[in-house]
């Protein structure tokens, strides 16, 4: 079966300070990546998207960047977090020739101070 | 620009309760909805609708979808504390690769 893992579930960054979030997928080949923002508990924002290798796409300009170095790997980064950076950070995954229903990582809370 | 708008916010009922979640959208080239319920971290798939008047139903849950209307609802029946979280419907349009997501509705079931 499959599985999804994202960490850390939690992070605490000053102002400033770099970020790396991973997720990655376990028991599937090419599945599409998204990574989501969930502001105040609720509302899930599109950020990136990816359908394969180096392939990815944005959805909203910020100070984030994605990337995908595997097929079932994800890394969500900044340089120079924000406080505007504060949120709930989801990965999820989805087949490829069934994009309709994602499957969510736990989630990683992110506190910028 | 697609669009998905969710009422009520949020709501709080008592257990044994019936409840009735709605979920409207504006989409271009529209494939289906979705629903997800989140109680802590990760959201849940719940259903996925993609023609008018067929109703899901999973045990006290259920939903339907009005392509003509362009809205869902999602019904709870006889409600628990368990039941408990925020909803999410989520729309997919056929030319695009991600869901578009409303803003939730919060739903407290007290005992």
């Known amino acids: 079966s499959q599985t999804i893992h994202q960490w850390p579930a939690t992070l605490v960054q000053p102002v400033g300070s770099p970020l790396s979030l991973e997720c990655t997928v376990e028991g599937t080949s090419n599945p599409n990546l998204y990574w989501y923002r969930q502001a105040a508990g609720r509302g899930l924002q599109l950020l990136f998207y990816?359908?394969?290798?180096?392939?990815i796409s944005s959805e909203v300009p910020q100070n984030l960047s994605a990337s995908r170095p595997q097929d079932r790997q994800f890394i969500l980064s900044s340089k120079k977090l924000l406080l505007s950076d504060s949120g709930f950070y989801l990965c999820a995954w989805s087949p490829r020739s069934y994009n309709e229903k994602l499957f969510f990582g736990s989630g990683t809370q992110l506190s910028v101070l | 620009e697609d669009k998905v708008v969710q009422s009520p916010l949020s709501l709080v009922v008592h257990e044994g309760d019936t409840v009735t979640l709605n979920c409207s959208y504006e989409?271009?080239?529209?494939?289906?909805l979705l629903w997800y319920k989140q109680e802590k971290k990760a959201p849940t798939f719940l259903f996925m609708l993609?023609?008018?008047?067929i109703e899901k139903k999973s045990g006290r849950l259920s939903s339907i979808l009005d392509k003509k209307e362009l809205f869902s609802i999602l019904n709870i029946t006889a409600t628990q504390t368990g039941d408990s979280a925020i909803y999410l419907c989520a729309v997919k349009s056929n030319s695009g690769y991600a869901l578009n997501f409303g803003k939730g509705t919060s739903l407290l079931v007290t005992p």
């Open positions: 993609t023609s008018s008047g």
């Open positions: 989409v271009t080239n529209f494939r289906s």
């Open positions: 990816s359908v394969g290798i180096g392939q």
